[in-house]
């Protein structure tokens, strides 16, 4: 089967702007970006994770505290039954609360405020005035077919709110059954649950206006599916049957983040469960039936996060909380503190070709369940880290696309792999939102260049610090060249900072490959040298950089005319 060709953008919906929002991207602000992307050629406009998360000040679309339910900070107030129109200003209402860093950053504690206080004002008018009648049964009608996990999402809400934490082992009500009975015969909670019942139900219904212009712009809703779930969310407190809360899933230590000492020395700890795949099993995975269903009734195609996991997944015998007590312990000793349980692959490493054979069969056994949930969705598979050999091939064969990120495609003679010799089942694209926009990391691994130049000749330098300076300069240079030689660059020209022939160079090649999918970062496409996460970090900026600039200023943009003039020159739609 032959696969259309396409290119895509990453744009966060915390991330887009319009006229009027409320200090965070929404829904109008993505219906905006859709019809841009349909203006400028853009295949698939691509999203990080949608479901509904935690109040922490800077929370992470991957911690969500339910596989299904959506994020209500992301509604467009204007469009909500019983909002009072013309809004106030969202700037003069309320001061900020979080973190300083002005316009150009989320401030969720404060768009929490705002938006909480307009939604239960418009949800009093909603519940007591005559005009919202026929919505008020339209609403009552979808609340009945949802099933359960709306009710067990509403509660666990509830039960947070009241308890002051989603951490539910605090609770004092550590029963499901008795917890959704107390709450049922409490008159103010079950005002509250409807509360929460209502706003999932306002966000299906704007997620389904986005879709339908997405369908009318010919523009693809890129998805993104976490490998794992928050063990404080509400399918864990009460389907935790399926969970197995003795480990937490995470990622080996690779060495590539010095700037966390926890994670350069263990790996990445993200306080996620492991699955009891074999429980899961005996109702044919209904749990993740319902997740990838739920998915296709917004988006077209979905990123699974950590596709690795379902073959084997790094786990610690710890949640993130007690990292700081283990960073400065010996694997010994850390082994003693968990009742001689070690950091290590899960449910067995690949260190036996029966143990090989045995984790591909999982995976693709996993996989395949799956992908029969939503048969008709195009799905990419993020298989980056310590990728086993037999991953590959496996995502080939079931026709789930692996990334390729070009500087780390080497073979074995030390040689950048062309883009005409990539895989079609593939999407190619220089960063994710983990990583430094390519801009970045390119003028980073040039002045690391330079500085290893200057070290040779400056003879008033330590031996050891000049040895540093030109062992980091060889490998910077070495990605260099890498990348010139994957965009047709001369050594000469690929030894210069940033510009816009690299650039023009660099995305013209990656488009040019054979991958199906090529994407970049909106950070990449507009020049704006920001980061949207640092892996084993929490809080400052993390999640929350904005586009300086609304869809309608960004159509005036030449950037846009740029990926325009390139998706088609390289037959790309």
């Not at 801009?439 to 330079?450: F, G, R």
């Amino acid at each position: 089967m032959l696969l259309k060709r396409m290119s895509g953008v990453l744009i966060p919906l915390f991330s887009m702007r319009r006229e009027g929002d409320a200090g965070i991207g929404d829904l109008l602000a993505l219906e905006e970006w859709v019809r841009w992307a349909g203006a400028h050629g853009v295949g698939f406009l691509q999203l990080l994770p949608v479901n509904a998360i935690g109040e922490d000040d800077a929370p992470s679309p991957y911690s969500a505290i339910s596989s299904v339910a959506l994020e209500p900070l992301y509604l467009s107030l204007e469009r909500v039954p019983g909002v009072e129109l013309p809004l106030p200003p969202y700037e003069a209402q309320l001061p900020s609360l979080q973190l300083p860093g002005g316009d150009d950053y989320v401030d969720y504690a404060r768009v929490r405020m705002y938006k909480r206080y307009h939604l239960s004002r418009a949800f009093e008018c909603f519940e007591s005035q005559a005009c919202y009648t026929a919505q008020r049964h339209e609403f009552e009608a979808w609340v009945q077919a949802q099933g359960g996990w709306l009710q067990d999402y509403a509660c666990f809400r509830v039960l947070s709110t009241a308890y002051g934490t989603s951490a539910w082992w605090q609770w004092p009500e550590q029963q499901p059954q008795q917890a959704r009975y107390r709450v049922q015969a409490c008159p103010d909670a079950r005002r509250a649950l409807r509360y929460e019942c209502w706003l999932q139900w306002l966000c299906a219904r704007e997620w389904a206006m986005v879709r339908r212009v997405a369908d009318e712009a010919g523009v693809l809703l890129m998805g993104d599916v976490p490998i794992g779930i928050s063990v404080a969310s509400a399918d864990v407190y009460f389907e935790r049957h399926l969970f197995d809360m003795n480990w937490s899933g995470g990622a080996p230590a690779e060495g590539n983040f010095a700037e966390d000492p926890f994670t350069a020395k263990w790996g990445q700890n993200w306080g996620i469960p492991l699955y009891r795949w074999d429980v899961m099993e005996l109702d044919d995975f209904a749990w993740w039936r319902r997740r990838i269903r739920k998915l296709g009734e917004i988006f077209g195609m979905y990123r699974i996060d950590h596709i690795l996991g379902f073959y084997r997944i790094f786990a610690f015998p710890w949640m993130p909380d007690r990292n700081p007590e283990f960073l400065p312990l010996s694997g010994d000793e850390a082994a003693a503190r968990c009742e001689g349980r070690r950091p290590g692959f899960r449910p067995r490493p690949d260190d036996t070709p029966e143990n090989r054979r045995a984790n591909l069969m999982q995976g693709d056994y996993l996989l395949k369940r799956l992908l029969q949930a939503a048969p008709g969705l195009k799905v990419i598979g993020e298989d980056l880290g310590c990728v086993p050999d037999y991953v590959r091939p496996d995502l080939s064969r079931l026709r789930i696309a692996g990334f390729k990120i070009p500087h780390w495609e080497i073979d074995e003679q030390n040689r950048i792999i062309k883009g005409d010799s990539y895989n079609p089942c593939s999407f190619a694209t220089y960063a994710t939102h983990d990583f430094p926009p390519i801009c970045n990391d390119w003028n980073e691994w040039y002045e690391h260049v330079q500085a290893g130049k200057a070290a040779a000749v400056d003879s008033s330098m330590s031996p050891s610090k000049r040895r540093e300076l030109l062992r980091v300069g060889r490998d910077c240079a070495r990605v260099l060249a890498w990348l010139g030689d994957y965009a047709g660059l001369s050594a000469e020209q690929c030894m210069q900072p940033w510009g816009q022939g690299i650039k023009d160079a660099l995305f013209g090649a990656l488009f040019a490959s054979r991958s199906a999918y090529a994407a970049l970062m909106w950070t990449e496409l507009f020049d704006v040298p920001v980061r949207l996460n640092t892996p084993g970090t929490e809080g400052g900026t993390n999640w929350r950089p904005r586009m300086p600039f609304t869809a309608a200023q960004a159509a005036a943009m030449q950037q846009g005319d740029w990926l325009k003039r390139l998706s088609r020159e390289k037959e790309r739609c």
